[in-house]
């Protein structure tokens, strides 16, 4: 929906506001749709490795590789803060006036979420095209 700055009202299909004159700007919709999309592969990724995390300590346990068990907890954590804060950024890319912040929020944090192998890099790439839409406000 168009959105007047001034007015901070959303209203139908208008070229200009109906209260005040100025023209309505579009708010960026698609960016937020894919960047929550993204968040949540990443955090479904995240959820993964943690559900399987007993699995790959053990292996690691059994290949004498101990000391990295405590590591992988670390990226699990990293996973999750990454989805999270992917999702918050999809939210300001809604919010007129904050596209640009929440995209390189996206943006930082779906390379971040590299660690948990990026939602199957498909969580990766969303982020991606979802803060270029972000900064591009479509």
């Given amino acids: 929906m168009p959105y007047c700055h001034q007015c901070r009202k959303d209203f139908k299909v208008f070229p200009a506001c109906p209260q005040c004159g100025?023209?309505?700007?579009p708010?960026?919709?698609?960016?937020l749709v894919v960047s929550e999309i993204a968040g949540a592969i990443v955090l479904i990724t995240a959820f993964l490795v943690l559900l399987f995390y007993p699995i790959f300590a053990a292996i690691l346990s059994a290949l004498g590789l101990g000391i990295l068990i405590g590591y992988g907890l670390i990226i699990?954590?990293?996973?999750l803060v990454s989805g999270i804060l992917m999702m918050v950024?999809?939210?300001?890319?809604?919010l007129p006036g904050k596209e640009r912040a929440g995209a390189a929020i996206v943006l930082v944090f779906s390379i971040v979420s590299i660690v948990v192998l990026g939602?199957?890099?498909v969580g990766i790439t969303m982020g991606i095209v979802g803060a270029a839409l972000g900064f591009a406000k479509k």
């Fill in 22 to 25: 100025l023209p309505l700007v």
């Fill in 27 to 31: 708010r960026a919709t698609a960016g």
């Fill in 76 to 79: 699990v954590i990293v996973g």
């Fill in 89 to 94: 950024g999809g939210a300001l890319i809604y």
């Fill in 119 to 121: 939602g199957f890099i």
